[in-house]
């Protein structure tokens, strides 16, 4: 029978790091089990019976054969070999759910770009509405603050125009009273000559009495 390395019964994955140190604690015991042992091919049927479907990465035959050969009781070898057959097995399992499939990563992929196309599509449409509420608040504020410079621009016209009619009419008083007091004035001027030229006339008359009764007086004062 040949030799065969224990660790090349291990997967390159999963077992490189499982050792054998438990067949050192095992007191060797000089015992040898023959090929066509019924335990062997009972051990052997249990084994295809239990796990049909699984593909074993160790040659159990040969794991027990080995362990013999290192002076394990056929039973002790037998557990072993089973417990390390199973413990390899349930690595592989193990390694293998880790790892995924090419075409699940190409879904996987397929998932991501579809879900990262529809994320820039949603965050483009966003964008774009939220750009287009802009322009219409935009618009809006242009022309609430067109309605409210047209009504300032109103209200100075509005305030102007007043302005000039109350300036039109303090003019049109302002020129009133000065016609007024011109008349008046030039009725005051007219008055004050006449006034002068009547006692001018007064004097005069006056004055014409005097002389002719002094005149009259002497011509009295020569007759006498």
Not at 117 to 128: A, D, H, N
Not at 135 to 159: F, M, P, S, Y
Request: proline share 1%.
């Amino acid at each position: 029978m040949s030799s065969v390395s224990l660790a090349s019964l291990v997967y390159r994955r999963g077992g490189a790091n499982l050792g054998f140190r438990c067949l050192s604690l095992i007191r060797p015991i000089d015992f040898h089990l023959s090929d066509s042992s019924p335990l062997l091919r009972h051990f052997s049927s249990q084994i295809g019976k239990t796990h049909v479907n699984k593909v074993y990465l160790a040659d159990t035959l040969a794991l027990v054969r080995k362990l013999e050969a290192q002076g394990l009781p056929t039973k002790q070898a037998e557990a072993i070999a089973l417990t390390l057959t199973e413990t390899l097995n349930d690595s592989l399992e193990n390694v293998t759910h880790s790892f995924v499939l090419k075409s699940e990563m190409d879904e996987i992929e397929r998932i991501q770009d579809f879900n990262i196309s529809k994320f820039k599509s949603e965050m483009k449409s966003t964008q774009e509405h939220h750009f287009s509420l802009l322009q219409q608040e935009t618009r809006k504020l242009q022309r609430d603050i067109e309605k409210v410079t047209a009504g300032h621009r109103l209200d100075l016209n509005l305030e102007r125009g007043r302005i000039l009619d109350e300036l039109a009419k303090q003019v049109a008083e302002t020129t009133e009273l000065t016609n007024k007091l011109d008349r008046e004035i030039h009725e005051l001027r007219t008055q004050l000559e006449t006034a002068k030229y009547g006692d001018t006339k007064f004097w005069i008359a006056i004055l014409v009495s005097v002389s002719t009764w002094g005149l009259a007086v002497r011509s009295i004062w020569k007759n006498l």
